[in-house]
């Protein structure tokens, strides 16, 4: 079974450019999850879509982030602009369990994560 | 807004040392994960603990989920250089019937031959 793809692995832009991730969840994953990790930091969620619609994006910064999936498979991240604290390795994960009240052990599998470096 | 505190941030150890990493919150989850995570790779889950008190052992690690279900311990026996990498623990939360993992800030482990 094919894991979770992202692209490009690497990106290296300059402040206040733009710049747009992709992720292509396992097969059949309902939830796909973006976020994220900054150098000796955990994982920080940004968006949960269900499907289609978005579950959760309370700590995505919206004056410069947008997240779509409008198929309810694959989904892009873009941030525009871009700024330096931006750097940051950006995670896209996905599980089966569509989340419910009793799924406590959902599982999430990750992406190899785009890192990004601004400049 | 950091949920999980992980301590020892770093560990730098010899091949057939033991060692535990703490994972700690004032929140209470409805499960706890651990994950390990190697470079340019994602996360890969380690284990999951649900109930309090638990405690699940997986070949040379050991995990502890806290009888209030706000704190975990991750005890690895006799650790090889293979185990090096980042460890992270997840509380999860539901959010509106959905699940929200919160990540600790990691444990960096250096197992040297």
């Known amino acids: 079974e094919a894991g979770v793809a992202q692209s490009p692995r690497y990106k290296i832009i300059e402040k206040r450019q733009s710049v747009a991730f992709w992720c292509n969840p396992i097969s059949g994953h309902a939830t796909l999850y973006w976020y994220q990790q900054i150098l000796g930091q955990g994982p920080k969620l940004l968006i949960q879509f269900q499907n289609n619609g978005v579950v959760d994006d309370s700590q995505l910064p919206k004056d410069r982030f947008s997240a779509e999936r409008l198929k309810g498979v694959d989904s892009t991240l873009k941030i525009q602009p871009a700024k330096l604290e931006d750097s940051a390795v950006y995670l896209c994960?996905?599980?089966?369990?569509?989340?419910?009240?009793?799924?406590?052990?959902?599982?999430?599998?990750f992406g190899p994560g785009t890192r990004l470096l601004v400049l | 807004t950091q949920l999980l505190e992980q301590s020892p941030q770093f560990l730098s150890i010899q091949e057939g040392e033991n060692l535990t990493v703490y994972c700690n919150s004032s929140s209470v989850f409805s499960s706890l994960q651990w994950y390990r995570q190697e470079p340019g790779e994602g996360p890969v889950l380690l284990v999951t603990?649900?109930?309090?008190?638990e405690v699940k052992k997986l070949k040379r690690l050991t995990f502890q989920f806290g009888d209030a279900r706000k704190d975990s311990s991750l005890h690895i026996t006799a650790a090889q250089p293979g185990d090096t990498g980042l460890y992270l623990c997840a509380g999860a939360l539901m959010n509106t019937g959905f699940q929200k993992l919160v990540f600790g800030t990691g444990t960096r482990l250096l197992v040297s031959p």
């Open positions: 994960a996905s599980s089966y369990r569509p989340g419910t009240a009793a799924g406590l052990q959902e599982t999430q599998y």
């Open positions: 603990v649900v109930t309090g008190g």
